[in-house]
């Protein structure tokens, strides 16, 4: 998709021989933290873990932004295209399209690594889906956004949740989108250097 996004559409897509569609989210990385009113925001929730501050937010339309702090700042934002990012202290750009590995120095003393995964579904598997990332958001104290059409059905859920694990933090994001029938799954870690 050449950028644009259609929304409010209340067809159901069938499964045909039509190529699925991606949904046109993309993953930048920041080397430091990004101002929340770059995006228009839903949720916003702010931990202390171990030694490092999470600062969660979720992102209209589906996506999210996630800052984690020790020492140095990296900042995640999961979103749809825009021009008004800036491009200072980007470090990596990825389309959330297909399966996806990436990982880099974080300044000094911290790794990040950040798993994508791009998975399209049938209309039985996203309204499945809907349920599951509800308790899934209640189960592990996540925060969540989720918009329905006039009709009442699900336009788009995201789910964002974090925990410490010995010394790394883990964020996962969860993004289902009705126009594209698709799920998007995030899993990011910033744990210390082993010296």
């Known amino acids: 998709m050449d950028g644009k996004v259609v929304r ?8 045909g021989s039509k190529k699925p569609r991606s949904a046109g ?28 501050d999470v600062t969660m937010w979720l992102v209209e339309g589906g996506g999210h932004m996630a ?12 979103c749809f295209p825009q021009k008004a990012l800036p491009d200072r202290g980007l470090v990596e750009r990825l389309p959330c399209k297909g399966d996806k590995q990436f990982d880099v120095e974080a ?16 209309d039985t598997q996203f309204e ?9 958001a209640d189960e592990q104290d996540g925060i969540i956004t989720h918009r329905k059409t006039e009709l009442g059905q699900t336009d788009y859920i995201s789910v964002l949740v974090a925990a410490l694990h010995r010394r790394a933090v ?9 126009d594209a029938r698709v799920m ?3 899993q990011s870690i910033v ?5």
Not at 8 to 15: E, I, K
Not at 170 to 178: K, T, W
């Open 170 to 178: 883990h964020i996962e994001g969860f993004h289902l989108l009705s």
């Open 184 to 186: 998007i799954r995030t």
């Open 67 to 78: 800052g984690v702090t020790h020492r140095h700042t990296i900042c995640e934002l999961a």
């Open 8 to 15: 409010g559409s209340a067809l159901s897509f069938s499964t």
């Open 25 to 52: 989210l993309n993953v930048l990385i920041y080397d430091h933290p990004l101002h929340p009113e770059l995006v228009v925001t839903t949720a916003r929730r702010i931990r202390t873990m171990g030694e490092f």
């Open 107 to 122: 300044g000094p003393s911290h790794h990040y690594y950040l798993s994508l995964n791009e998975e399209h579904l049938t």
């Open 128 to 136: 499945n889906a809907v349920g599951e990332l509800q308790r899934l």
């Open 191 to 195: 744990e210390p250097n082993v010296r």
